[in-house]
């Protein structure tokens, strides 16, 4: 047979270009070339010979190859010398040595330089094939898993420019707010001069719009620092009962407006808490914002604050809204989820309150739990250890 027969053709390479590898075979034997173009191709390779290791630079630099296999001694340019050469043309091609009994040595060697495995000659049909398979097996994964630490890292890479955006949009924000609620603050006092009842209505309308839009940067800023695990607990002395009238007076008018019955249960009785107060606040803030939020007009909000065993603080807020099955209560402390997420859904909101909640919950190392019924309500409880001073 001639040479050329070991060759494949243009119009051979587009048909079996769709094969599961492709395969460079080297020897100066023209039987041994033979033998293993007919035993590949009949695996389902993509198979192209070369008789010497000259020939085979020439193919590398034209095709692409998953797996050399070659000879190591052939006149001109040996295996080793093809191996060296090879793997700097194609870094991630898989190289396997035939050698007979007497060179075993030199198939070592090439190892060491970067051969992935050798066979000896004669060797047997199944020995090869099962080195060849195996080999391309490991490839396939290592293949895998560059792929997947590109991802990866294009993953890592994306997330780092949300959360530096988040950051830098959330605290670019917090400065135009302050301004916006100071003169509010100071038109509804009077210290402006007098306003007209409808100018007065149309500022309670825009102190409210400026608290949410506070509330919304607040969680910004306290989500993109527990995702840089920059979030820092400053544990200081506190009073809770100091901390609840300033958020339930922000609420005062949602409150009143949807007719909520809402009902403190505070036994702490004054009694001095060690946590971080700022952070514990904007907890609260997210957890009553949703009870109001997520309730029925008349409905009912129930905050029970009370100690457990073991110096436990418990913080339980409750409400008989639209609730949500239990199947979607895991979802809801990922940022921007919702339990409905539909574009049709009936209440708005960036689905961030809970994620922030269970956030600032466990850099105090305590722990957030939920169970909630559709159309019936839901119970939100916060458990923090070692918080309880006298």
Same mark, same amino acid.
């Given at each position: 047979?001639?040479?050329?027969?070991?060759?494949?053709?243009? !119009?051979?390479?587009?048909?079996?270009?769709?094969?599961?590898? !492709?395969?460079?075979?080297?020897?100066?034997?023209?039987?041994?070339?033979?033998?293993?173009?007919?035993?590949?191709?009949?695996?389902?390779?993509?198979?192209?010979?070369?008789?010497?290791?000259?020939?085979?630079?020439?193919?590398?630099?034209?095709e692409q190859f998953d797996l050399l296999l070659s000879d190591i001694r052939m006149p001109g340019i040996n295996g080793i010398e093809l191996l060296e050469q090879a793997i700097v043309l194609a870094p991630h091609l898989l190289v396997i040595m035939m050698t007979g009994f007497g060179t075993i040595e030199l198939a070592v060697n090439a190892m060491k330089k970067g051969a992935y495995d050798f066979v000896t000659k004669p060797f047997m049909i199944d020995e090869i094939t099962m080195v060849i398979e195996r080999g391309l097996k490991e490839l396939k994964i290592k293949e895998e898993n560059i792929k997947l630490?590109?991802?990866?890292?294009?993953?890592?890479?994306?997330?780092?420019?949300?959360?530096?955006?988040?950051?830098?949009?959330?605290?670019?924000?917090?400065?135009?707010i302050t301004i916006i609620k100071g003169y509010i603050s100071m038109m509804l006092s009077g210290a402006m001069g007098g306003l007209k009842p409808t100018v007065i209505e149309g500022l309670k309308d825009i102190k409210q719009a400026s608290l949410k839009l506070e509330h919304l940067v607040t969680n910004l800023i306290t989500l993109s620092l527990k995702e840089k695990e920059r979030m820092v607990i400053d544990r200081k002395e506190c009073v809770i009962e100091d901390m609840l009238t300033k958020i339930i007076t922000e609420f005062r008018e949602e409150i009143e407006e949807k007719n909520i019955d809402f009902t403190e249960y505070n036994n702490l009785n004054r009694r001095t808490l060690f946590v971080d107060a700022a952070k514990l606040s904007i907890a609260l803030r997210n957890l009553i914002d949703n009870a109001i939020k997520f309730n029925n007009t008349g409905g009912k909000i129930t905050l029970t604050i009370d100690t457990q065993e073991d110096n436990l603080l418990s913080i339980k807020v409750c409400d008989t809204g639209i609730g949500f099955p239990m199947d979607k209560a895991e979802s809801l402390v990922v940022p921007f989820t919702q339990a409905d997420m539909s574009t049709t859904r009936t209440y708005g909101g960036t689905g961030l309150g809970l994620a922030v909640v269970k956030a600032i919950v466990e850099s105090h190392e305590g722990r957030l739990s939920i169970f909630s019924r559709e159309n019936v309500g839901s119970e939100f409880k916060i458990t923090i250890p070692g918080c309880i001073c006298r």
């Open positions: 047979m001639k040479e050329e027969s070991f060759l494949v053709s243009y !119009s051979e390479k587009e048909v079996v270009s769709t094969l599961q590898a !492709s395969i460079l075979v080297v020897d100066d034997e023209n039987t041994i070339r033979e033998l293993l173009y007919r035993l590949l191709r009949s695996k389902g390779y993509h198979v192209v010979t070369a008789c010497d290791g000259e020939e085979a630079l020439k193919v590398l630099k034209r630490k590109e991802i990866n890292q294009r993953l890592i890479e994306a997330e780092k420019i949300k959360t530096d955006l988040i950051n830098t949009i959330s605290h670019e924000f917090k400065t135009p």
